[in-house]
């Protein structure tokens, strides 16, 4: 699973030895081999819901289709479908379908089964170099550097302790498991307390896999940031009404992936996040993930389910 490596952004200096890997590459990616194609996977962190979380499925469906191809292809796509819950109670087998290898791209269908039945099905897409000098991209925001910020786990130790938060608030804040979770968040701009009922659609904040992964096998990387592109993304959809509603159901449907240009997902990168539209009991979010140096590294779609209780609550913080 190696391929060209991503150019140093100033972080690669000091990086810690083997034994300080991160556990996403040592255990939550870390696939056990059962037949050709046929590969089982372990569950690290379940969400408070007690459900598989999805970027763990995504990332591991992305570890077993690379499995099936040569070391000298890039990941370029994924587009999956989360169709029953999982489990995490019980292990995943993840059955791999060579589709097509073709001499540019090759596409690997991938079924992860729990109980006999399928909870996931995605299609990956892998491409040969190939080099054009037709390029452009979006400018990446300007923002705050990571250094400058602090991480989530003491944004919300400061709201727990400021006075004035409502309790419901409260057992909310306390229930977001951030430390639980393998990777490093620190928000971009996070609102004051008093302007939280007011938030538009949209988040930024920098991420990272906790611990080392290394330079070279950037496929690795991708399924990093498959892993790390589930988390928190679909919360996009809900900022704005999340505290006049209170949301009793919220789960992906369907998630997309497009890989653009190399980068280490255990550097901080910028996660972009957006959500254009929300109705139906849907709601559709849109994120760019960026390199420090400004390169656009990946781009990500999902759309889910956000089912909220009928009634409309008026009180204030």
């Given at each position: 699973m190696s391929s060209p490596q991503a150019p140093e952004d100033g972080q690669g200096s000091g990086d810690p030895p083997g034994d300080l890997r991160s556990v996403?590459?040592?255990s939550v990616l870390n696939l056990e081999p059962l037949d050709e194609d046929l590969f089982r996977?372990?569950?690290y962190w379940a969400p408070t819901t007690r459900r598989l979380f999805g970027g763990q499925i995504v990332g591991q469906a992305l570890v077993a289709a690379a499995k099936s191809v040569s070391e000298d292809v890039h990941m370029h796509s994924l587009h999956c479908y989360f169709v029953r819950e999982g489990d995490p109670k019980v292990p995943v087998l993840y059955q791999v379908e060579r589709t097509r290898t073709g001499a540019s791209f090759s596409v690997r269908s991938v079924k992860a089964v729990q109980h006999g039945k399928a909870i996931f099905i995605c299609q990956v897409s892998?491409?040969?170099a190939q080099p054009s000098p037709m390029q452009h991209q979006f400018s990446m925001p300007t923002v705050p550097p990571p250094e400058e910020l602090l991480d989530s786990e003491t944004l919300i130790d400061q709201y727990l302790r400021d006075p004035n938060l409502q309790e419901k608030y409260r057992v909310g804040l306390n229930r977001i498991?951030?430390?639980e979770v393998p990777i490093e968040i620190k928000p971009v701009n996070p609102p004051p307390l008093n302007q939280l009922?007011?938030?538009?659609p949209k988040q930024m904040f920098w991420v990272r896999a906790r611990g080392y992964i290394g330079e070279g096998d950037i496929k690795m990387h991708c399924?990093?940031?498959?892993y790390i592109s589930d988390y928190a993304f679909l919360g996009t959809a809900a900022l704005p009404h999340r505290w006049q509603h209170k949301v009793r159901f919220m789960v992906s449907l369907?998630?997309?992936?497009?890989?653009?240009?190399?980068f280490r997902a255990d550097h901080w990168m910028l996660y972009e996040c957006e959500s254009p539209w929300a109705g139906g009991s849907r709601g559709l979010v849109q994120g760019r993930l960026w390199r420090r140096?400004?390169?656009?590294?990946v781009s990500c779609a999902q759309e889910g389910v956000i089912r909220v209780n009928p009634r409309v609550s008026k009180s204030k913080l």
């Open positions: 996403l590459v040592t996977g372990r569950n892998f491409q040969q498991p951030a430390r009922q007011s938030m538009e399924c990093v940031a498959a369907d998630h997309s992936m497009w890989f653009h240009a190399p140096d400004g390169v656009l590294a």
